[in-house]
């Protein structure tokens, strides 16, 4: 399951797997007892826990999107849906459907040079001593420089406010700033501050004042004093609009020399007081060259799906012939790409994902299974997905592109992460889609006799969210969190193995009842009842009605949907628009966009300029409190 979010580049993961249990009224469907439901036969569980066991190995190395090891995974598949007979989907030739996606960023030769006064420049090109950042524009500035301590800028918020650059002019500068925020400060400050201390806002704040170029030190006293920071993966596609990088201790000494009186140590420790009024200077007399070359390394991955034709003779004529069952096949590697949960002594280790997601993949394969020899008017299309955990990317490239017509799908039903059932309850996500599910919910559960808690919203982190948008009917299976989400402890011995074959049963039941149905589910689209993005909803202030479009590589930030009845819905904004200012701020990414959001008010109308088929044009857009 994806930790993509509107309200931080990272959400708390368990506060979307929570909000994606009870951000919609729960209802109880009656249940039989256990005991009566239909035993599974041995077959089917032996395969259940092996498909899991398979996927979760360390043979497959975490499946991240892009590897070998999801590459092995891919192949896996294939065999085991050729082993049930499934077959290409009609005119296709290949179980494998291939999209690209950025996958990983990497320095392509940054460089950084000081020139003083009547002096030579000297120039840096190790990767210990410069290094571009993530999100950074390639290219060569040259220019002033200014000090501007931390870096943060805090909208004013009660009695506390904070502004690195106070009065100082940056135009046309080169910007040199702390990484991190004041060590010293009292720690409810530092809990206000942390939340702006990250480099991607630093970064905007600099670009926003109008700085050339960004350069990042670890002071002297800060944790890590003197390295670099990480390039790390941050799953953003674009960059933030600034040349941004990272230099080390000796580039830092090397400016500091310049500065009459104070050195970087003591200018430092002024700082971490977290007092707002101490502040950054002017370095002058020196000029810095940063040339910093950010290669975005494109990938190819490959979604699985396979079909299984209608099993009934003289099957009717029916509207809407495909029934999709569907769940990602991929992981998060060694936990490189920042979603990983992983624990100091566990960074670095193979995250196995046997919950997340080898069992939704599992039950799947055993469901197709089962069904291979049901009768059914409608034919079955079981679809394993690459690159969910990264954004959603391969369900978005099937519904973008899809192999056959998007509108012939009679349902979807995605099954993420359950592996891990507890007392017999089973969370039945996106039930609002249509009119039809309470009751063919409530029949397939006869036989199998679950708890089962019915969720009407469809706007889930998981590639139900694809469909939905495609205006298909879908559900989505679930059975809850656990402490060792995205962690390489999610390995399969842990997976209750008698549940998840209960599980796929059910699923195999419910994609039959889907396939008989004389006339296909009906569509409702439901009105989101989460805030931006299904995240912690106790964070969130404003409520702004955009649904983001993660996947875009476009400067700004490109709607996939807007909410019915929402602010943005009410100020005109539509699907397939692509925002660029937002209350004054420039919004080059769907980061600036969510900084942004910390600056506006409820009630408070706010300007936003955005692009319509390449055409700009401006509404007012009035933020909303959260429900």
């Not at 996606?101 to 190790?126: H, M, N, P, Q, Y």
């Not at 059932?421 to 006869?446: C, F, H, Y």
């Not at 039941?509 to 396939?515: D, E, G, I, S, T």
Request: glycine share 12%; proline share 5%.
């Amino acid at each position: 399951m994806t930790t993509h979010g509107i309200r931080r580049p990272l959400l708390t993961v368990s506060a979307l797997l929570i909000a994606a249990l009870t951000h919609g009224p729960l209802v109880r469907v009656s249940a039989q007892a256990r005991s009566q439901g239909a035993a599974p036969d041995l077959a089917t569980v032996s395969a259940t826990r092996a498909h899991v066991e398979a996927l979760a190995s360390d043979r497959f190395d975490g499946r991240a999107a892009g590897s070998e090891g999801a590459k092995l995974a891919a192949d896996y598949l294939v065999d085991q849906l050729q082993r049930l007979g499934a077959r290409p989907l009609p005119g296709q030739q290949d179980l494998r459907f291939a999209f690209q996606f950025t996958g990983g960023v990497k320095d392509g030769g940054s460089s950084v040079a000081l020139k003083a006064a009547g002096g030579d420049a000297e120039r840096w090109t190790a990767a210990d001593t410069v290094q571009g950042l993530s999100f950074s524009d390639s290219g060569q500035v040259s220019g002033q420089v200014v000090f501007a301590g931390y870096g943060l800028v805090v909208p004013e918020s009660g009695s506390f406010s904070y502004d690195s650059y106070g009065a100082m002019n940056v135009k046309d500068k080169i910007v040199v700033v702390l990484r991190y925020y004041p060590e010293d400060a009292d720690e409810q400050i530092k809990t206000v501050l942390a939340r702006y201390s990250g480099l991607r806002y630093k970064a905007l704040a600099a670009r926003e004042r109008g700085a050339r170029a960004l350069v990042v030190i670890t002071g002297p006293r800060s944790p890590n004093a003197g390295t670099v920071a990480p390039m790390t993966f941050d799953a953003a596609v674009a960059g933030s609009g600034i040349v941004a990088a990272s230099v080390g201790g000796v580039v830092a000494d090397a400016l500091f020399k310049q500065v009459s009186g104070k050195s970087l140590d003591a200018a430092q420790q002024a700082l971490d007081t977290g007092n707002p009024h101490v502040a950054g200077f002017e370095i002058p007399g020196v000029e810095l060259t940063l040339d910093v070359k950010v290669t975005r390394e494109r990938q190819t991955d490959h979604n699985v799906v396979a079909y299984l034709p209608p099993q009934q003779a003289g099957s009717p004529s029916v509207d809407k012939p495909y029934v999709m069952l569907g769940a990602h096949y991929d992981h998060l590697g060694h936990g490189g790409h920042g979603s990983s949960l992983a624990r100091r002594e566990e960074m670095g280790s193979i995250h196995h994902g046997a919950d997340d997601n080898a069992s939704g993949v599992a039950a799947v394969l055993a469901a197709g299974a089962q069904l291979a020899g049901m009768k059914r008017d409608r034919g079955i299309v079981l679809a394993f997905w690459s690159g969910e955990e990264l954004g959603l990317l391969g369900s978005a490239e099937f519904t973008r592109g899809p192999p056959v017509p998007i509108d012939q799908i009679a349902a979807y039903v995605n099954l993420d992460m359950v592996g891990r059932m507890r007392d017999n309850k089973l969370a039945v996500q996106a039930a609002g889609t249509s009119s039809a599910w309470p009751r063919v919910i409530e029949q397939t559960n006869v036989p199998i006799g679950f708890d089962i808690q019915l969720q009407n919203d469809p706007n889930l982190p998981t590639d139900t969210s694809s469909f939905n948008a495609a205006s298909i009917p879908c559900l989505s299976l679930f059975t809850g969190s656990h402490p060792d989400y995205h962690r390489p402890t999610d390995v399969a011995s842990a997976i209750n193995v008698a549940d998840l074959d209960r599980v796929a049963r059910f699923t195999a039941l419910l994609a039959q009842k889907v396939a008989n149905l004389p006339q296909p589910p009906d569509f409702i689209k439901v009105r989101r009842t989460t805030d931006e993005g299904g995240g912690d909803r106790a964070a969130l202030r404003v409520f702004t009605g955009t649904i983001p479009d993660y996947t875009s590589e476009v400067q700004g930030l490109k709607l996939g949907g807007v909410i019915d009845g929402g602010p943005a819905a009410k100020a005109g904004l539509k699907e397939g628009d692509v925002i660029v200012e937002f209350a004054g701020r420039k919004v080059a990414n769907i980061y600036d966009y969510m900084y942004a959001l910390e600056g506006v008010k409820i009630g408070v109308p706010v300007k936003v300029v955005y692009l319509r088929g390449g055409n700009p044009a401006e509404v007012t857009l009035t933020p909303e409190a959260r429900k």
